[in-house]
């Protein structure tokens, strides 16, 4: 108990002495940590979004003609043959006019001079949810095509694939982003170290003439680092909390945030970005308290 | 506090012990000694002699070339790091230029000798007191180092060194810039180490007046080579036999 007050005290006092050395790391972990969690916090709603999206998948083939009552089981039993789907709707001339008109709705009136027979029949396919996979999708609208009087299938892959490659370039940003907070915290946290390790040289030194234990040396210097991993990630995350916060006060409703459902980290991640920067600036430390102080 | 040099067993013992410096400075050359528990010793001798690198050597803060040394039976060519922390926490070295920290309060500096054993604030306190009472530095306590003189400064050292208690202090020049009151307090407080503690003390110094009436063991430093004081007393020549 008392080894733990004085390592404690002795922190605190150096915390006191260099207060300006450690301030500037503090800002770094907290900016490092702000940045990454930012494009993390983003890829993770993406990926969320993505599979939301996937699971909303429709493949949609419109025909040169009606489908009457005794070609539709032979169809359907076409397309069930190629693969699992939950259901599959038919779409007469009338009914896609009665549902356009529908979402019309007050505006409906222009249609009034269409008849109709202007929009195409259609099948709507609703694959199973495990469905997600873009190649499949495409195997799945090239045999679509294949139907009798298909004359064009839409399926929205394009869309997903591109929304596919935003979300690849996105965990690139993130890996890139993690690379920096992992070396500035390493380099940054064990560089100050250096420098408040060579400002107290001389303390240092009476210390080892004294017969301070390693441990005695060591640990408040290691607790440093240990503080501003946590006190840093935690300006970092709750920084982005309030962004986040604002943002989404800004932009919630029926667009986008709405579509994304944008949340924030669970506590669970907030705890390992948390801990993770902890584990860094320790190692930042430890390399430094290694290189720098001979006992 | 006299000891039976026929029954101790010595708590210092250098045997032929040699140390040079880079590239042929020979500081101690070829010494043999014996420092026994409960012992005062004054190592004399002219400035450049060995005496602070043979202090050193007993602390360990360097390494002899040749030859073993042993403190409390073990050999400091085999002792481990936590070894030498652990002797050295024991061991009081009150060095020739003070090693405080000018920014730091007198209590602070001596306090800091406490707290690397660990002892609690309360005993830490009590003791700084008892030690700036001894040395008449009581007023000076909250004073930070580097505006204290050089006299004060070198008792502020000597209070450091005292602080746990040791059972051996070894003092590099104590008396060096003080004056004859000042002189007085620290043979004081040696004596009262002595005495209560039973602490062994090793006074390297080229002061003759805090030798010249002692009837404690005085060897003399010269080119490195250790030798009995010229101008010994027979209760020293005694000693000196032991």
């Known amino acids: 108990m008392q080894f733990l007050a004085y ?13 300006g050395t450690p301030a500037m790391p503090l800002l770094t972990v907290t900016l490092s940590v702000l940045l990454f969690a930012f494009f993390f916090l983003i890829y993770t709603n993406m990926l969320r ?17 009606e489908v009457t009552a005794q070609m539709r089981p032979g169809l359907e039993k076409k397309i069930r043959d190629f693969g699992p789907v939950e ?28 008849g109709p027979d202007f929009l195409p029949p259609s099948i709507e396919v609703y694959p199973l949810k495990n469905l997600n996979d873009l190649t499949k999708i495409s195997q799945f609208s090239e045999f679509l095509l294949t139907l009798p009087h298909a004359a064009k299938v839409q399926s929205g892959s394009d869309w997903l694939r591109r929304f596919g490659y935003f979300t690849n370039l996105l965990r690139v940003v993130v890996l890139l982003s993690g ?33 301070a234990t390693s441990a005695y040396i060591r640990l408040p210097l290691l607790l440093e680092g240990m503080m501003q991993g946590f006190l840093g990630s935690s300006l970092g995350l709750a920084a982005l909390y ?24 669970p506590p669970e991640l907030t705890g390992a970005i948390l801990l993770a920067s902890i584990v860094l600036c320790t190692v930042g430390s430890l390399f430094s308290i290694r290189r720098f102080i001979r006992i | 506090m006299p000891r039976d040099a026929s029954t101790d067993k010595p708590l210092v013992e250098l045997v032929n012990v040699t140390k040079i410096y880079p590239p042929d400075v020979v500081a101690v050359e070829d010494v043999s000694l014996r420092i026994y528990k409960g012992e005062i010793l004054f190592l004399t001798g002219m400035s450049g002699a060995g005496k602070t690198t043979l202090i050193k050597l007993i602390c360990r803060l360097e390494t002899p070339t040749r030859g073993l040394i042993e403190v409390a039976g073990r050999d400091l060519s085999h002792i481990s790091t936590a070894g030498v922390q652990r002797m050295r926490q024991k061991i009081g070295v009150a060095y020739q230029d003070f090693r405080l920290l000018d920014k730091q309060t007198v209590l602070q500096n001596i ?69 004859p009151a000042a002189t007085e307090l620290v043979i004081n407080l040696f004596r009262h180490l002595n005495e209560k503690n039973g602490s062994t003390i090793v006074v390297a110094t080229h002061d003759p007046s805090i030798y010249a009436e002692t009837e404690h063991r005085v060897m003399t430093l010269n080119n490195g080579q250790l030798s009995a004081h010229p101008n010994r ?9 032991a």
């Open chain 1, 242 to 265: 309030f962004l986040y916060q604002y943002i989404a006060s800004r932009f919630s409703g029926p667009g986008f945030l709405r579509l994304f459902d944008f949340t924030f980290f």
């Open chain 2, 233 to 241: 007393s027979p209760r020293q020549i005694e000693l000196f036999e």
């Open chain 1, 87 to 114: 259901k599959i709707v038919f779409v007469s001339r009338s009914e896609a006019f009665a549902r356009l008109s529908a979402q019309l709705d007050k505006e409906k009136d222009i249609l009034n001079d269409l």
């Open chain 1, 49 to 65: 979004a993505s599979a939301r999206l996937g699971d909303d998948i429709r493949l949609i083939v419109y025909l040169d003609q």
């Open chain 1, 7 to 19: 390592i404690l005290r002795q922190t605190g006092k150096n915390l006191r002495q260099t207060w």
């Open chain 1, 179 to 211: 690379s920096l907070l992992i070396i500035s915290m390493t380099f940054i946290v064990s560089y100050t170290l250096r420098l408040t390790v060579l400002s107290r040289q001389g303390e240092l030194e009476i210390l080892r003439l004294l017969g």
């Open chain 2, 111 to 179: 306090a800091m000798a406490m707290e690397v054993t660990y002892a609690s604030t309360k005993v830490i306190r009590a003791r700084v007191e008892e030690l700036l009472a001894l040395l008449n530095l009581s007023d000076k306590r909250d004073k930070r180092a580097g505006e204290l003189s050089r006299g004060e400064q070198q008792r502020v050292a000597l209070a450091r060194a005292a602080a746990n208690g040791p059972s051996l202090l070894l003092a590099d020049e104590p008396t060096g810039n003080l004056d």
